[in-house]
């Protein structure tokens, strides 16, 4: 298995109040997989994904329990400089936020070849080399004069561009792509979609969040869903899309345009995902939950085989 978590809890510490945004999740990645890690806002998607390359936030952030084993190898106990040598070369990281990755001070072709000296021994001329492929292959016009472009000169989709370029360059293993495609207009996310899948013939292994159904259901192989902190259903892609047993599972998909209904407005879920610290007793989502019955807000539910796949609901 190439990625592996088990029971991983993790919580947020602010002004001394402690709360839990990742309640005992446990996912796991092969090679040639892709996981599709999908729920609203807030429910703790990024908080899971971001504790593999042990990339949160510490503080605010601490991991309270579980492991995380990538490749064979125990992320949490890891020192932090062979962690160093991991990301990049071995965990390619496409975050929401392109400029949280990329220096404001340096050309981005400077950037790109940084991170292939850092991590192989490829001569100067030949990184530049890779560098401009890959500025094209992500879709950047004119990618052997804009490698000379200073970050403030392209505009937030390019910069979006030169970060996936920076997390793919050296065709990590695990790829774990936040958001990646969310603020690209739909012919270049098309674009770096086609991209990852050529990684992935490569025989890596992708953690995709997003709340677009859409690319979920073009790209995964398998679906987790998660909801205020846990996970509520976990399938292959197939049965996911196919037959969803978790009522959150049903309301996202309901939720997803479909070729009848395109062009009109996103049915929204009834209500919000309740915030870390204050999630209802019993069934997390039983006051937003349409086949909700009374005993649901008292008991709750665990993660159990319904139909060959885990759902967290006694009557999916
Ligand atoms: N830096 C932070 N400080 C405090 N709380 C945080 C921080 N980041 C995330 N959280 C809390 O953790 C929960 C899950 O957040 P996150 O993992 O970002 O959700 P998602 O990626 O699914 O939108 C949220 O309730 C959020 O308030
Ligand atoms: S346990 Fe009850 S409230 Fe929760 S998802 Fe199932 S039916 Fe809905
Ligand atoms: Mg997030």
Request: proline share 7%; with cysteine; charged share 20%.
């Amino acid at each position: 298995m190439l990625l592996e978590i088990k029971d991983l809890c993790v919580e947020f510490e602010t002004d001394g109040i402690v709360t839990r945004a990742v309640d005992g999740v446990s996912l796991s990645l092969d090679r040639g997989q892709v996981l599709g890690l999908v729920g609203e806002s807030g429910c703790g998607k990024s908080a899971t994904a971001m504790s593999v390359p042990r990339l949160l936030p510490m503080p605010p952030a601490r991991i309270m329990g579980g492991s995380i084993v990538f490749d064979g190898k125990d992320m949490l106990g890891m020192p932090v400089d062979a962690l160093r040598r991991l990301r990049g070369a071995r965990i390619g990281v496409i975050f929401q936020d392109p400029l949280s990755s990329l220096s404001p001070l340096h050309r981005v072709g400077r950037q790109l070849v940084e991170v292939m000296r850092l991590h192989t021994d490829v001569s100067r001329g030949a990184a530049r080399e890779n560098a401009v492929e890959w500025l094209g292959r992500v879709g950047i016009p004119e990618p052997a004069a804009r490698v000379d472009a200073y970050p403030h000169e392209l505009s937030g989709g390019m910069q979006q561009r030169v970060m996936i370029a920076m997390a793919l360059i050296l065709e990590p293993d695990l790829i774990i792509a936040d958001e990646p495609t969310t603020a690209l207009d739909v012919t270049i996310q098309a674009q770096i979609l086609d991209v990852l899948r050529g990684l992935l013939r490569a025989s890596a292994g992708l953690l995709l969040i997003t709340h677009d159904m859409g690319v979920v259901s073009q790209m995964a192989t398998h679906v987790a869903v998660m909801y205020a902190g846990q996970l509520v259903e976990q399938a292959a892609a197939g049965e996911f899309f196919s037959r969803p047993r978790h009522p959150y599972s049903v309301a996202l998909l309901d939720a997803m345009p479909s070729a009848a209904t395109r062009g009109q407005r996103l049915k929204a879920i009834p209500g919000q995902v309740p915030a870390a610290g204050a999630f209802p007793s019993g069934c997390r989502f039983h006051d937003r939950c349409p086949v909700a019955r009374p005993e649901c807000a008292n008991a709750a539910p665990e993660l159990a085989e319904v139909d060959g796949r885990l759902a967290r609901c006694p009557y999916a």
